[in-house]
């Protein structure tokens, strides 16, 4: 069982930074990889990166390369997700999620699906 709190979320202005936390719960956390969504009032559930259970291979949607680092510390049961350069449409409730590490393959990251525990979200506005 894992149990995930994200934090961070809040009000910046277009062009800055913010960094949101995935604070975990239980042991299993380090055998997860580890996702990040987002979602837009009247839109899907939107993938935009994981990293797996070292620490390794992060994986983003396209539209956040080169803007956004996910990365995670074990020995504190957190992922993190760096955001920069932010634009209004990056606005969202993001959540964190644990996928099992049977979904090894990239062809499974962006399914909401394949994850097995969400956190509650946290609100990121952008204004322009």
């Known amino acids: 069982q894992v149990q995930l709190v994200e934090s961070g979320g809040g009000l910046v202005q277009a062009g800055g930074s913010l960094r949101v936390s995935c604070a975990a719960s239980?042991?299993?956390?380090?055998?997860?990889?580890m996702g990040w969504f987002r979602q837009a009032p009247g839109k899907e559930r939107e993938f935009v990166a994981r990293?797996?259970?070292?620490?390794?291979?992060?994986y983003y949607t396209d539209s956040v390369k080169g803007r956004f680092t996910v990365s995670r510390d074990n020995a504190k049961n957190t992922v993190y997700l760096q955001m920069s350069s932010l634009k209004p449409e990056d606005a969202a409730v993001y959540y964190c999620?644990?996928?099992?590490?049977?979904?090894?393959?990239?062809?499974?990251?962006?399914?909401?699906?394949?994850?097995?525990?969400w956190g509650q979200g946290t609100q990121v506005t952008v204004s322009s």
């Open positions: 999620a644990a996928q099992s590490p049977q979904y090894y393959s990239p062809s499974y990251y962006g399914l909401p699906g394949h994850y097995d525990y």
């Open positions: 239980g042991r299993a956390f380090r055998s997860y990889g």
């Open positions: 990293i797996n259970w070292s620490g390794g291979s992060p």
